[in-house]
Structure formats: structure tokens, C-alpha cells
């Protein structure tokens, strides 16, 4: 089991940059493969961005492609996303979620992680 623990969120202008760490628990962080989702009011759960355990295939929603990059540290049991030039419509509650690695993955879709973090809000200013 691994508890996912976020923080970098905040309040920001448009046009500013944040990033976002999740903290694994457990020694076996490289068994699994990483989310970021996105949660707005009034909106459904949106999937962000992937990456698989070695860190070497990333995804991205089309929405953020360009402006973020999700990237981990092994090593020091983390996830990242690196938001650029966001947008007051970035707004919303991002969690991390995690899965044990296996053949096929469906990055976007929620009910492929096992795991999630209590997530962290962002905060887009115009």
C-alpha cells in the first residue's frame, strides 16, 4: 500500500507557474505508475497528466500539453507537475493517484489508480 501526500498548490496570477509535488510513503515507488487529475466545482474529475513507473512515457491532457510537465524522482519517492502560463480555468483541487505498473494502462482514466492523494488547490487569478 502508498499514501499520496500533495502540496505546491496556491494562489497565482495568469500567466504564472506552480509546482506541484506528491509524497509517496513506501519503499516501492518505482512499481508505480503516476496521475495528476484535476477536480473543479460544479465540473468532473479531469485527468491531467501520466507517467509510467521508469519515468521515460509521459501523457497529457490536450488541455494542458504545452504548459505542464509531470515528471518523478524515484529516488526521493515523488511526482511532479510543473504548471506554466496557467489560465483562471486551471483552476480547481489536483490530487495524485497511483497504481502498480502493468502492461496496459489507461492513463485518463480514474478507475485505472489504486491510490489517491487528499489533493491540493489551485488557484488561477485573472
Known amino acids: 500500500q502508498v499514501q499520496l501526500v500533495e502540496s505546491g498548490g496556491g494562489l497565482v496570477q495568469a500567466g504564472g507557474s506552480l509546482r506541484l509535488s506528491c509524497a509517496a510513503s513506501g519503499r516501492t515507488f518505482s512499481s508505480y505508475d503516476m496521475g495528476w487529475f484535476r477536480h473543479a466545482p460544479g465540473k468532473e474529475r479531469e485527468f491531467v497528466a501520466g507517467?509510467?513507473?521508469?519515468?521515460?512515457?509521459?501523457y497529457y491532457a490536450d488541455s494542458v500539453k504545452g504548459r505542464f510537465t509531470i515528471s518523478r524522482d524515484n529516488a526521493k519517492n515523488t511526482a511532479y507537475l510543473q504548471m506554466n502560463s496557467l489560465r483562471p480555468e486551471d483552476t480547481a483541487v489536483y490530487s495524485c493517484a497511483a497504481r502498480i505498473s502493468g502492461s496496459y494502462f489507461s492513463p485518463s482514466s480514474s478507475s485505472d489508480y489504486t491510490y489517491w492523494g487528499q489533493g491540493t488547490q489551485v488557484t488561477v487569478s485573472s
Open positions: 507517467i509510467r513507473r521508469s519515468g521515460g512515457i509521459l
